[in-house]
Every structure is written in structure tokens, then in C-alpha cells.
């Protein structure tokens, strides 16, 4: 199953750091994925934007520009029909102005004025001022009115009439007419546009959010600008001067850091340039709205990302957990192990793999099976040779015995020992068991006592003592008889006196022992070393090193035999066993 | 894997409430201004200001016409609207005293507060928007000495100001004139709520030799005008700020010179020192703002008329 762990411990570590890895690479990958998509997004997408933006901004500012002209020529228009109507009939120049200021809201005033620039009374609602000359004006520019015969000034308040101080921008067009008398004269005509007016129809043009839109004259003088109050006071400061004398056109450029999109379109009639602004926005530039949902997008794409590495780190280690799962139970001497290869599917290195362990498994398991049953087999032939060993010498002396107890008529005696005998190769020859009873091993130990303590004609005495609890238990076949003929030869046999053999069978702490003890001689430190390692001399003590080893093989190095000894008063040889009961050995 | 599950559905759980949560909106900073009930077109000035700055910096705007004198219950209320997190105050024209209390409450919890006009007599943290009366009054003197030729007498008169404006303006214009002409003001009429037109009647009876009149404010130089309207004196008028109407006596003669100062500017740079207060940016604690010193000659300049009349 998935596990969200990185690190569990030593021994998996390697499988958890690959998973770690492989997750890692995953996102990483995943979000540099994302991070690139984004990078080529935005690159994309910006000069697009930008495109857009400059397309759109000179789409404004040209229209205004087309606006603003059109506009010009209208009012240059109603100039020239005022002049047509005082050459026809200068008494309807009056009803002519009237008419047309109250028609039209964005003319704030017409005014007629003689060859000296002076205005001629017209329209009697309005209290002209004396000594006006609009010529000598600071807004009125004569060269224009020689050059073109019309002048269009830059915004200024108008100072004709009492008690009204209106922001204007005044067209003051050079008129000839006829007066009553045939003779031409020569004047001119003032139309005051309402800047209001002019101000509404440029503030209309906007390119965008950020974007607007300025006039100024050919020198950079602000005609219109949407914070022109705040320019006029130094409140505010736009960078006019930039385009003085550029050609038209339209383009990208920098301020403050900040790029936007202009472009620049002179009015033929004016001379003025309408300049279009609009900064332009980074794709990624959103409001908060924006950016909360953008957080809550990449959100959720960090959570599928992390998923999916997770997923697809899980399913490709997987197999290589499993794997190392299966080493692992290969440290507990296991190799019975067999390897379900349908797990294995992914990645198809690793199943190739898990192939190549599970026949290596199976070919360690057989070998091992193999090594087993070959060293039963050697035990058993060891067993089968020490039998083989014993059996010989003891049946010839035996016999030799009882041939002699049959010569000096004993019958008992020959009665005994055969009846010994025939015990002796009962429990050694026809049991295949190779564990048997304590009760049975004594009894094939007291049989082979009987024997020999005929055959040396009583020259020691024997007792058996066993504690309760032992005779159940189990022991491998002839482990005392070889002890008890060690202790005969080199104990009993050399002594003048009568000696004393005891064979014990007790329980202590959680060990069987069994000993045999003997009055005899005893051995020197030197021959009780010997006993037990190397060959003896007379070749009786290959039964007491085949007794130690059987044990040792069967239940470890902590078992086997022991031999205490003291020259002149005796040797006990001690075996120590596992306690084994009957139903164990079945 | 249950650990997994449980994190993945937390983190599930954490980005839905997060999106389905409404984005938090920065808050829009808010500026009080409180401005006084007299001198319609110098306050509509201030308050055209204002607004001007409230819309290039996006904030919301609330304007308080604040009475000479304040219930207390009217304390309370004004209290409770100014002294609030993300807004200021802007405090235009003389000191109420009556706000006294509040301000200083405002300038101590940190809330900026921008003076316009004229000064607050508090000790604290606020900036002050106003015309440099030292240089503007230097400049009327200069005229006044060239108009009187550098000597005669001369009164002042006023209407609505008085504290420390008032008091400026007169120490200023003093000291010019004594200090560059023999000019010799001989009478301040410092009480307040008199009507000017008789006010200067009597000054112009009781100095025969009066040859010139300084209004401070607006209504006391149009009292002043009605005065020496008719009277065969050479009387020379010279006053502070220009209405439509003072622009006219201009035209007409009646008013030699009048010193223009910029109401719009004041409101506008005094919200706009709040808000830039407000955003922890660095505020000049005085801005001086432009003055200029119009006459029948020059008041249609282009560069003066962007201050003697602004767009509507």
C-alpha cells in the first residue's frame, strides 16, 4: 500500500530514499513543467498584449485626432457662414449669431469684429467690454491669421463680456464682406468654443484602464490633458516636451521604469498633437481577486503534483521494496521462499530481476536441502561405523567369555551372559531409532556391566542411580557404554583391589546428566586431555571422542562430556544433554 | 496510508475554503475634511482640491461643514467618525476650537492629520499646507509702496479671519511697510463679524488722509470697494484672493492688486499628505503653496489666469 513515509529505519532505507527521489524528481519536473508553460505563456502573451495595447492606442488617439479636426472644420464652418451672412445680409447677423449660440451649448460666444480686432456690438445680452482688442491679444496669433486666414488659440479665459470669465478656446477667422456700399471691408470673426465642451469630447477618448490621452500645441504647451487643473497648478507635471518635433507615428517606450504604447498625430488644422498614452499590463499583473484565484489554481496544481509524484514513486518502488522485503527474510537462513512474479510488473527491469532472485532462491533452497541430507547421512554412517567399531572386539572377548564359563561348566554364568549379550545387540543393532529412553540406555549399560564384570571375574562392583524424572527422558543411543569400558580399562583393570562403578541419570536445572564414576586409578591431567582430542593409544578411547562428538553434532557445542579425574581414587566422566522427552523426539 | 488520505483531504479541504473564501480588499483609505460654513468660494476651492486628490489617489473622500460653535453631542458624533484605523483628516481654514480635543486625540492614536490655511495651535505630528504669508504679504507691500508711491496711511480691514492668520498678515505687511516705506497702517480693524462696508466708512471718516485699504479676505474688500465706490478720494484697494467678483473690481479699476493664493491646491496637497501619511511615506511638515500678486495688467497672463480662474 502507499505509505507517506520517507525513512523508516537502517535497513529500508535505501527503497524509502529512492521513493523520496523519484517523488522529488516528479514535482520538481511537474513544476518546472508548470513554471516553463508559464514563462512561454507570458512571453507569448505580452507581446500579444502589447500589440493589442499599441493597435488599440493609436485606434484612439487617431479617431480623436479625426474628431478634433472634423470638429475644427465645422466650427471654421459656422465662421465662414456668419461671414457669408453678413456679406448677404448684414442685417440677419444678429438673428444668425443668436440662432447658433443657443443651438449649440459648446459655442460659448460669436463675436464680429472690425479691421482693428475690436468687437462690434452684436448681440445686446451680452456686455461687451470697451477697449477689447483681439488682435492684441496674447492668444491671438497674427501670423496664422495672415498665413491661413483663421487662428485657433490655445485655452485662456475670455475677457470680452462683463462679469464672465469663461475658460474658451477662441477661433478667430479673417472675414471680408460687402457693406451697403459696395466696398469691401476687411474684419474678422470670433467663435468662442466652451472648453467644458472641448474637455468632454477629448475626455471621452480613453485607450484604456491606465491609458489617456493629451493635446499639446507644436511647441509642447498643454491644450488638453484629463488632470490639466493639476498640470496648470504644478501639481502634476507630464513630459510634453518628448514629442516636440517627433514625427507622427506610434511605438513602445519607458518612463519611470514603466513601458507603454504611444502615439503622436498632428491636426493639420491647428498644428496640435493629440498624444495617446496606455502603460501596458503584464500578463501576470492581476487585481486581488485575481491573484486569490490564482493562488487557489496553483494550489490545487502543487496538490497533483505532490499526488501524482507520490503515485508514480509508490508504483515504481514498489517492486523494489517487495524485493528487498524478500532479502530481507533470506538473512533468517530462509530460502523456502517463493516469488509471486505478478507482482512484479512495473518497472520490467526490476521483474527481470525478481526472475533472476526467485531461481536463485530456488537453486540455494536446493542446495541446502542437499547439504542437509548429506549430513544426516554422514551421521548416520558415522553412527553405523562406531557400531561397527564397538561390535567386533566386544563380541569376540564376550564370546572368548563365555566360552570359557561353558568350559568350566558355569551355566548360570553362560545363562547370564548370553541372556546380556543378546540384550546388549537388542538395543544397539535392531532399533533404527536414534533416540532412545534413559531406562533403555541403563539397561543396555547394565548389560554390558553384567558381561563384563563376569568376564573379570568380580573384580568391581556396580550400582545404577537415577532420579525420577530422568528415565523419561531421551538420549541418543550408546552414550554410556562407551564411558563405562574407558572406565574398565583404565580404571577398574589395573587396580589390586576390588573396584566400583556407578552410573547416574539426574536432572540439573534444565540439563540431563548421566555419569559414570570410578574408584580406579585415575588418569594424569596430560591423558584426561588427551581423552577427549586426540587419538588415544590403545585405540579404546575412539568410542569416548565418538560419544562427545555425536553430542556436540546433535545439540551444539554447549553439550558434550566432561571427565574429572585423580590419580588413586577415581574418574568420573559426566555427559551433558538437553532434556528431551518422548513426544519431542516423535 | 491512512496518514495520506488524511492529509491530502485536509489540504483539499484548506484550498476549497481558501477559494470559495472572498479575497480580502485592501482597504480604501478614507480622508475627513472638515471645512467652515463662511467664504463660500475660498471653501469650494479647498474642497474642488480635495476631491482632485481623492480621485488620482483613489480614496474615499467625506466632507464636514463644521459650524463656529459645537453641541456637545455633535463632539461625540465627529469623534467617533474621525478617530478610525485607515483614515485622516484634513483640518482646512482656522481652528475650531471646539475640535480641539478631537485633534489632538487624532495626532496621538497616529491618525494624520494635514492642516490647510493656517496652523493648529497644537504640539504634534501634522502637516501644514499653506501660502508662505511672509513672502505674500512682502509681495502686496511691494505693490502697495509702488501704488502710494512709499508713503501715506493706510487701514486694514477684515470679515472672517482672525487667530493667527490674521495676525501674520498683519505683522508681515507691517514690517514691509515700515521697513521700505513711509506707508503707515493706522488702524486695524481686528474684530470680526462687522460688516465691512460700514466698518470702512468709518475708518474713512475718522482718517481723512487714508489713501489705502487692505482687505484680508474676500468680503471685507468687497465692503471696502462699496465704501470708496462714489467717493471723490484717490483711494488705493488692495486685497487677498480673487473671486469673480474681485476679479471685475480688478477690471474696473476698484481693486489695484490682490494677492492670489491657490484654495484648490491647499485641499488638494493636504489629502494627499494624508493619504501619503497613511501609506508610511515621509511628509513635509510645511508645504508652502503658490501665491501670486494679480492686477488689471496681468490678470489675463496666461501663466496667471491658470490661478486667478480655475477650471470649474
Given amino acids: 500500500m502507499l505509505k507517506f513515509k520517507w525513512a523508516r529505519g537502517s535497513a529500508s532505507k535505501t527503497v524509502l530514499g529512492l521513493r523520496f527521489i523519484v517523488s522529488g524528481v516528479v514535482l520538481c519536473a511537474s513544476l518546472f513543467a508548470v513554471f516553463m508553460i508559464m514563462l512561454a505563456f507570458k512571453s507569448r502573451f505580452t507581446e500579444a498584449l502589447a500589440q493589442n495595447t499599441l493597435r488599440n492606442n493609436v485606434q484612439v488617439g487617431t479617431q480623436l485626432a479625426t474628431g478634433i479636426e472634423d470638429y475644427f472644420v465645422e466650427i471654421l464652418s459656422v465662421a465662414e457662414t456668419m461671414n457669408a451672412v453678413m456679406d448677404e445680409s448684414p442685417q440677419g447677423l444678429m438673428q444668425a449669431i443668436l440662432f447658433t449660440t443657443r443651438l449649440r451649448s459648446d459655442i460659448e460666444a460669436i463675436a464680429v469684429l472690425d479691421r482693428f480686432g475690436v468687437p462690434v456690438p452684436a448681440d445686446p445680452s451680452l456686455a461687451l467690454k470697451p477697449d477689447v482688442n483681439i488682435f492684441q491679444q496674447d492668444w491671438c496669433n497674427l501670423n496664422n491669421l495672415h498665413q491661413y486666414g483663421y487662428d485657433i488659440s490655445m485655452p485662456h479665459v475670455q475677457n470680452l463680456f462683463r462679469g464672465q470669465y469663461e475658460w474658451v478656446v477662441s477661433l478667430v477667422y479673417l472675414s471680408r464682406w460687402t457693406d451697403e456700399n459696395g466696398v469691401v471691408q476687411v474684419g474678422g470673426i470670433l467663435v468662442d468654443i466652451n472648453f467644458d465642451a472641448f474637455n468632454d469630447m477629448c475626455a471621452k477618448a480613453a485607450p484604456g484602464d491606465e491609458g489617456f490621452v493629451y493635446i499639446t500645441d507644436r511647441y509642447g504647451n498643454i491644450v488638453y490633458h484629463p488632470s490639466q487643473h493639476l498640470l496648470y497648478l504644478g501639481l502634476k507635471a507630464e513630459n510634453t516636451a518628448y514629442y516636440v518635433g517627433t514625427p507622427d507615428g506610434s511605438g513602445f517606450s519607458y518612463q519611470d521604469g514603466k513601458r507603454f504604447a504611444y502615439s503622436v498625430n498632428t491636426l493639420p488644422l491647428t498644428g496640435w498633437r493629440v498624444v495617446s498614452i496606455d502603460y501596458l499590463k503584464s500578463v501576470f499583473t492581476f487585481d486581488t481577486n485575481m491573484q486569490h484565484d490564482l493562488i487557489a489554481i496553483i494550489s490545487v496544481i502543487l496538490l497533483l503534483s505532490l499526488a501524482i509524484a507520490m503515485i508514480s514513486s509508490y508504483y515504481i518502488t514498489r517492486s523494489i521494496h517487495r524485493l528487498t522485503s524478500t532479502v530481507q527474510e533470506t538473512k533468517n537462513q530462509n530460502f523456502d521462499i517463493h516469488m509471486d512474479l505478478n507482482q512484479y510488473r512495473i518497472p520490467n527491469e526490476i521483474r527481470e530481476l525478481a526472475r533472476s532472485f526467485d531461481h536463485m532462491l530456488g537453486r540455494i533452497h536446493g542446495l541446502v536441502a542437499e547439504i542437509k541430507s548429506e549430513q544426516q547421512l554422514l551421521r548416520k554412517s558415522e553412527l553405523k561405523a562406531l557400531q561397527a567399531q564397538i561390535n567386533p572386539h566386544f563380541l569376540y572377548n564376550t564370546l572368548d567369555s563365555i566360552v570359557w564359563l561353558a568350559e568350566s561348566q558355569d551355566h548360570k554364568g553362560v545363562t547370564v551372559m548370553t541372556t546380556s549379550l543378546a540384550d546388549l545387540f537388542r538395543l544397539s543393532i535392531s532399533s533404527d531409532q536414534e533416540f532412545i529412553s534413559v531406562a533403555d540406555e541403563l539397561k543396555h549399560a547394565q548389560s554390558y556391566l553384567i558381561i563384563q564384570k563376569i568376564r573379570y571375574q568380580d573384580k568391581f562392583d556396580y550400582e545404577l542411580i537415577v532420579e525420577p524424572g530422568a528415565m523419561e527422558c531421551m538420549v541418543t543411543r550408546i552414550l554410556l557404554q562407551p564411558l563405562i569400558e574407558n572406565a574398565i580399562y583404565h580404571g577398574i583393570q589395573r587396580m589390586v583391589d576390588k573396584g566400583n562403578i556407578t552410573v547416574r541419570a539426574r536432572i540439573l536445572g534444565k540439563h540431563l546428566l548421566l555419569e559414570v564414576e570410578d574408584n580406579g586409578c585415575g588418569m594424569s591431567g596430560e591423558a584426561l586431555r588427551g581423552i577427549l582430542s586426540s587419538i588415544p593409544k590403545n585405540g579404546s578411547g575412539i568410542g569416548v571422542q565418538n560419544v562427545h562428538q555425536r553430542i556436540q553434532l546433535l545439540f551444539g557445542k554447549e553439550y558434550g562430556l566432561e571427565y574429572q579425574s585423580e590419580l588413586e581414587a577415581g574418574t568420573t566422566a559426566t555427559i551433558k544433554l538437553p532434556i528431551i522427552h518422548q513426544e519431542k523426539n516423535r | ?312
Avoid at chain 2, 480580502?24 to 474642488?48: N, R
Avoid at chain 2, 475640535?99 to 494624520?112: H, S, V
Avoid at chain 2, 488722509?209 to 484717490?234: F, M, N, Y
Wanted: glycine content about 8%; hydrophobic content about 45%; aromatic content about 8%.
Fill in chain 2, 1 to 312: 496510508m491512512k496518514k495520506t488520505i488524511l492529509f491530502f483531504s485536509i489540504a483539499t479541504l484548506l484550498i476549497a475554503w481558501y477559494a470559495f473564501w472572498p479575497a480580502k480588499e485592501q482597504p480604501v483609505p478614507a480622508v475627513y475634511l472638515l471645512t467652515g460654513s463662511g467664504q463660500a468660494e475660498y471653501w469650494a476651492g479647498i474642497k474642488k482640491g480635495a476631491v482632485a486628490a481623492a480621485n488620482e489617489y483613489g480614496a474615499a473622500l467625506q466632507m464636514l461643514e463644521i459650524g463656529s460653535s459645537l453641541a456637545s453631542t455633535e463632539i461625540t458624533e465627529i469623534s467617533e467618525l474621525l478617530l478610525r484605523p485607515h483614515q485622516g483628516v484634513v483640518v482646512a481654514g482656522a481652528l475650531f476650537e471646539s475640535l480641539e480635543p478631537i485633534l489632538r486625540d487624532a495626532i496621538e492614536k497616529d491618525i494624520p492629520v494635514a492642516a490647510v490655511d493656517s496652523a493648529l495651535p497644537l504640539d504634534g505630528d501634522y502637516s501644514l499646507i499653506c501660502t508662505n504669508n511672509r513672502q505674500a504679504c512682502q509681495m502686496l507691500g511691494r505693490t502697495i509702496v509702488q501704488a502710494l508711491d512709499g508713503q501715506g496711511q493706510a487701514v486694514v480691514v477684515t470679515w472672517d479671519i482672525g487667530g493667527s492668520l490674521l495676525e501674520e498678515r498683519v505683522r508681515y505687511l507691517k514690517e514691509y511697510l515700515e521697513q521700505n516705506s513711509d506707508v503707515s497702517v493706522v488702524e486695524i480693524a481686528r474684530e470680526k463679524g462687522i460688516d465691512p462696508h460700514q466698518q470702512t466708512k468709518a475708518l474713512l471718516e475718522k482718517y481723512p488722509e487714508v489713501s489705502c485699504i487692505i482687505g484680508l479676505d474676500g468680503k471685507s474688500v468687497a465692503g471696502a470697494a462699496q465704501a470708496i465706490t462714489g467717493l471723490h478720494r484717490d483711494i488705493f484697494l488692495f486685497g487677498f484672493d480673487c473671486s469673480p467678483e474681485q476679479a471685475q473690481m480688478l477690471e474696473d479699476g476698484i481693486l489695484t492688486a490682490t494677492a492670489v493664493q491657490s484654495p484648490f491646491v491647499m485641499g488638494y496637497l493636504g489629502v494627499k499628505n494624508v493619504l501619503l501619511d497613511l501609506d508610511g511615506q515621509d511628509v513635509n511638515p510645511v508645504t508652502n503653496t503658490p501665491v501670486i500678486i494679480v492686477n488689471k495688467d496681468n490678470m489675463f497672463a496666461l501663466a496667471n489666469q491658470k490661478l486667478v480662474f480655475p477650471f470649474e
